[in-house]
Structure formats: C-alpha cells, structure tokens
C-alpha cells in the first residue's frame, strides 16, 4: 500500500530529528510553555492533561506511535495547551518548529493536518460527552486499540497501559464508575487489572460503539 503525505511527512521527520528514550511518568511539554518543538512518538504511550486554574485536571488525548504532540503550539506560535507526559517507558523524535512548518508548507499539507486536528476534536468531545459511560470507554478503547499502539491486530490482543484513574479523567467521570463500565465491557473482549486493559475482541468491542449512532 502506498503512504500518505502525510506518513511520508512523519517518516521524513524522523528520519531527520534526533531520537530519544524516555522513562515512564516523564514530562514532554509542559502547559503553558511557548510552543518550540514538535514531538513524534515513535514507541510507547503518553497522555496529553490540561490543568485548569481551579486545579481540576482532564486528560484530553492518549497518543502512541507515529503520532504527533505539540504542533498546534507550533502551528499557530502559541503555549502548549495541555501538558504531554509519558504514561511507560517511550522512544521520541524532537522537531525544531522550523523543520516541522517548513516540511508542512513544502508538502502542501496545512489543510490535511488542520482536518485531522479537527477530528481529534470530534473523538475528545465524543469521550466526554453525555451517552452512557460504558459506551465513550469503549469507544475510547477501540480508537487506541485500533492505532496499533501495541502490535494489535484483530486475532492478536491490544495491551494497554493505562490506570482507571487515568480512564476516569479522561471522560471526566469517577474511578467506580470506570469500574462499572469495564465490568460492562468483560463480556466484549476487554480484560481489566491495576494498570492495563487488555482487549481480546476489538470487533465484539466495536459492537458497543455503535450504539453511539442510535
């Protein structure tokens, strides 16, 4: 299958910037500090967490490999938002923003990345909007088991490296209740311990996403 421009984009950055491994619970960007660097994470898992000025925290994004993180600071020459920490032991690649705007404008490519950036949008306001919370965790868990963050295909299971805390501030809603909803979900593939999920059945999975559209 052929790539994208926008995979070739991802791969010529790679191939171009400096690569580091990171530990788990490392901070990559922090909220609130100018946009001056792009970040690919090339293997592993991280969380993208806003702090309001009341303290209330929310986890917007879960990102993983050959994604992107901090190009919307970068993009519109802006703070970070949000900030992006490691949730296991990760492999990055830092873009300058030069590197990054200039890769962006050489390949035509500001519309696709802002429609792409929208989507995300869509994902997150759906995560926490007000259908049932077993059905936002499954629809959470199928968008990050179908990434192939973990090597998942359908007849291999996804793994997961994620805590109830975590789930619970990302649909904004309470741990007990992330317990409900996974206990809803065992009979649909997925398998819960302390700190990851393990999806056996990503279609039976997809299954209860559909009920979104009803």
């Known amino acids: ?99 990054y705007l200039g890769s962006v404008a050489e390949r035509s490519l500001t519309l696709p990345v802002v429609t792409h950036t929208h989507g995300r949008l869509i994902e997150s306001m759906i995560v926490q909007g007000n259908s049932p919370p077993w059905i936002r965790l499954a629809f959470a868990l199928v968008r990050l088991a179908s990434r192939n963050w973990s090597g998942a295909a359908p007849d291999r299971p996804a793994v997961l490296h994620l805590t109830r805390t975590d789930l619970a501030l990302h649909l904004r809603v309470s741990r007990n209740t992330i317990s409900a909803s996974l206990r809803q979900l065992a009979e649909r593939g997925v398998e819960a311990s302390r700190n990851t999920i393990v999806i056996t059945d990503l279609s039976a999975l997809g299954e209860a996403v559909k009920e979104l559209d009803r």
């Open 1 to 99: 299958m052929q790539a994208t421009p926008e995979q070739d984009l991802l791969q010529d950055l790679i191939k171009t910037s400096p690569t580091y491994y990171c530990r788990a619970e490392q901070l990559l960007l922090r909220q609130g500090e100018p946009g001056d660097r792009v970040v690919i994470i090339i293997e592993g898992l991280v969380k993208v967490e806003r702090t309001e000025l009341n303290g209330e925290r929310s986890i917007l994004a879960f990102r993983g490999p050959y994604e992107f993180v901090g190009r919307t600071a970068v993009l519109q020459s802006c703070r970070h938002f949000a900030s992006v920490e490691t949730l296991q032991p990760c492999k990055v690649a830092v873009v300058r923003p030069d590197a």
